[in-house]
C-alpha cells in the first residue's frame, strides 16, 4: 500500500469507517443510536469528499461536502429527533431476521460487492476508485436495513443511509455529479424527508402504530 | 540454531513465566483503583501460586487421569505459546515450528483439556463451565484466526516472527484493515481471557461464572498450575496484540543482549499500558447476558471479515 499519497490513504480510511458505521446501522437496535450513527455516517462522508477535494483539486467538491454535512449532519438528524421526540418512539427496534444472521448476509452482500465493482474500478481513472466497492456495499447494506426492519422509521433512515452511499459511490467513481444533480438529490431527500414524517402521523393515527405489517392489508375488516 | 537465537528464546520464556502472574496483579491493581477500592498488592497471585504449592492436592474420587494430567497439559500448550509469540524478539528458533494457525490450535488443545476435566467429574457446575467454555471458544476461535490472516495477507507469511518484522519494519502507512483487526483481536481476548463483557473473572457466582465453574474441582498444584496458565494465557494474548499491532520495539534478530533488554523494557511499559487499558474497558463495561455473546463475538467475526476484504480491495 506504499506509494498511494497520503490524502488517498485517508480517503481510504474514511471508506473503511463509512463501510463500518453502515454495518453499526445494520445491527443497531436502538432507533436513537441509528440517527446518531447515521449523522456520523454523514460526517464521514462529508470529511472524505472534503479530502478528495482537497487532493484533486475540485473545488465544486467543497460545496458538495458543504451541503453533506448541513443536510446529513445536521438538519435530518435533528428532524428525525424531533419526530422521535413526537411520535414517542425511542422503543428497541426488532429486525425481521436475528443479528448475526442479518451480519452474516451483511458480508455476504460486502463480498459480492466488492467483486461487482471491481472490473468497472478498473476502468475508472481517479486514485479514488478502489473505494468503489465500499460505495457500492454500503448501499446494499442500507438496502438490507430496509428490508430487515419491520418499523417505518428506521426503514426510511435506511433510505437516506442509501443516498449516502450513492453520494460517495458518485465521488469515487468520477469525483462527483455535477452541482445541479447533487443539489437536486438534497432538496430531493429533504422534501422526502419532511412528507414521510406527516406519513408517519397518519400511519400512526390510522392503526395505532408504525409497524408497517399493517399496511399490507388492502382492506379493513378481511 | 544458533546460540543468541537460543539465549532469546529461553529468556523470552523466562520472562513469560515471570510477567504473567505481574500482569494480572497489575490489572485487578487497576481494576480496584478504578472502583475506589484499596489495591491488592502485586504480587498477590505469586503468593496464591506460592501457598497452592505448598498444600496437599485433593482430586474427587472417581476423577480419571485426563482429570490429573490437564493441569500439566494446559500449561504445557500456554508456555509453548509463550515461546511462539514474539513478544521480546523474532529470533527464536522455536517459533519456526509453528505459525499462527499452530498457534491457536495450542490454544484449542487447551481449552478442549479443561473442558475434558471440567466434565470428568461430573458435577453440574463442571459441565456447564464446561459447555459455556466451548460455546464462547467455536464462536471466538474463527475469529481470531481471521485476524491473524488479515495480518498474514498484509506480510505475506503465516510465521509470527516473519509477520511481525514485516509489521515491524514496513513504511508508514494508514492501514484501515488493521486498525479493523485490532478491535476485533480486542474483542477476542475479552472473551478468550474470561474478561468482563463476556465473563468475569472475579465472580463465584453460580449462573454467570464461565472459567471459574471449570476449575472448582481442583485444588493445591494443579489450581496453582490452572492459574498459572490462566495468567500466560493472558499474557500471551497481550503479547500477541501487541506484536501484531504495535510491534515498536522489539528486538530484531541479531540484535544482542542490550537489544533484548531494551525490547524487556519497552515490553514491560507496553504491558502496564495494555493492562490498564483493559481494566478501564472491564470497569466500564457490565457482563453481558450470555445468549448476547454470540452477538458480541457475532461482531469481532464481522470486523475481523471486514478487516480482510478491505485489505483485499484498498490494499492491492
Redesign the interface.
Same mark, same amino acid.
Given at each position: 500500500?506504499?506509494g &498511494?499519497p497520503l490524502y488517498a490513504?485517508?480517503i481510504?480510511?474514511f471508506?473503511?469507517?463509512l463501510?463500518?458505521l453502515a !454495518?453499526a446501522m445494520l445491527?443497531q437496535r436502538r432507533v436513537l443510536s441509528l440517527v446518531n450513527l447515521f449523522a456520523a455516517q454523514g460526517f464521514a462522508l462529508a470529511v472524505s469528499t472534503a479530502i478528495v477535494a482537497f487532493g484533486t483539486h475540485q473545488p465544486h467538491l467543497y460545496w458538495s461536502a458543504g451541503l453533506t454535512l448541513l443536510l446529513k449532519v445536521v438538519l435530518l438528524p435533528w428532524l428525525l429527533h424531533r419526530l422521535i421526540d413526537r411520535l414517542d418512539v425511542k422503543w428497541d427496534v426488532e429486525g425481521l431476521i436475528n &443479528?448475526?444472521t442479518t451480519?452474516?448476509i451483511? &458480508?455476504v452482500l460486502?463480498?459480492f460487492s !466488492?467483486n461487482l465493482a471491481y472490473p468497472i474500478s478498473q476502468l475508472a481513472s481517479t486514485v479514488t476508485r478502489?473505494?468503489l466497492?465500499?460505495a457500492i456495499a454500503s448501499v446494499m447494506l442500507s438496502f438490507l436495513m430496509m428490508i430487515t426492519r419491520r418499523k417505518a422509521l428506521p426503514q426510511v433512515i435506511g433510505f437516506l443511509a442509501m443516498e449516502n452511499g450513492l453520494l460517495f459511490a458518485a465521488t469515487s467513481a468520477t469525483y462527483g455529479m455535477p452541482m445541479v444533480v447533487e443539489l437536486g438529490i438534497g432538496l430531493d431527500v429533504l422534501v422526502g424527508m419532511l412528507i414521510l414524517g406527516v406519513f408517519f402521523f397518519q400511519i400512526r393515527e390510522q392503526f395505532d402504530s408504525l409497524d408497517l405489517k399493517h399496511l399490507e392489508k388492502l382492506r379493513e375488516g378481511e | 540454531m544458533t546460540l543468541s537465537g537460543f539465549a532469546s528464546q529461553l529468556l523470552q520464556l523466562a520472562i513469560a513465566l515471570a510477567l504473567a502472574p505481574i500482569l494480572v496483579g497489575w490489572v485487578n491493581q487497576c481494576r480496584a483503583w478504578l472502583a475506589n477500592k484499596s489495591a491488592p498488592p502485586l504480587l498477590l497471585p505469586y503468593r496464591t501460586i506460592r501457598k497452592l504449592f505448598a498444600k496437599d492436592a485433593v482430586v474427587a474420587e472417581g476423577a480419571s487421569p485426563i482429570f490429573r494430567v490437564t493441569p500439566y497439559i494446559v500449561f504445557g500448550a500456554m508456555c509453548c505459546a509463550a515461546a511462539i509469540v514474539p513478544s521480546l524478539a523474532t529470533d527464536l528458533p522455536f517459533a519456526r515450528a509453528a505459525d499462527a494457525i499452530a498457534l491457536v490450535g495450542l490454544f484449542a488443545l487447551a481449552r478442549v483439556f479443561g473442558a475434558l476435566a471440567a466434565m470428568d467429574i461430573g458435577t453440574a457446575f463442571g459441565s456447564l463451565g464446561a459447555r459455556r467454555e466451548m460455546f464462547i471458544g467455536f464462536l471466538a476461535e474463527p475469529a481470531l484466526l481471521m485476524v491473524l490472516f488479515t495480518a498474514s495477507l498484509i506480510s505475506g507469511s503465516t510465521s509470527l516472527p516473519t509477520i511481525v518484522d514485516t509489521l515491524a519494519h514496513?513504511?508508514l502507512?494508514?492501514?484501515?484493515?488493521l486498525?479493523?483487526a485490532g478491535v476485533a483481536f480486542t474483542m477476542v481476548s475479552l472473551a478468550e481471557n474470561a474478561r468482563i463483557p463476556v465473563d468475569n473473572p472475579a465472580t463465584h457466582l453460580e449462573l454467570t461464572m464461565i472459567h471459574e465453574a471449570m476449575i472448582l474441582e481442583y485444588s493445591a498444584r494443579h489450581l496453582a498450575l490452572i492459574e498459572w496458565a490462566a495468567a500466560l494465557k493472558l499474557f500471551n494474548y497481550s503479547c500477541i496484540g501487541l506484536a501484531l499491532f504495535f510491534p515498536i520495539g522489539i528486538a530484531a534478530a541479531g540484535g544482542g543482549a542490550t537489544a533484548m533488554l531494551g525490547a524487556a523494557v519497552i515490553l514491560i511499559g507496553k504491558l502496564a499500558l495494555g493492562g490498564f487499558l483493559l481494566a478501564v474497558i472491564e470497569t466500564l463495561s457490565a457482563k453481558m447476558r450470555i445468549f448476547r455473546a454470540?452477538?458480541f463475538l457475532?461482531?469481532a467475526?464481522?470486523?475481523a471479515?471486514?478487516a480482510m476484504?478491505?485489505n483485499?480491495?484498498?490494499?492491492?
Open positions: 500500500m506504499s &498511494i490513504q485517508l481510504n480510511l471508506a473503511a469507517i463501510l463500518l !454495518f445491527t &443479528i448475526p451480519m452474516l451483511g &458480508i460486502v463480498v !466488492f478502489a473505494t466497492g465500499i | 514496513r513504511e502507512a494508514i492501514y484501515p484493515s486498525a479493523f454470540p452477538e457475532g461482531t467475526f464481522l470486523l471479515v471486514l476484504l478491505v483485499q480491495l484498498l490494499g492491492s
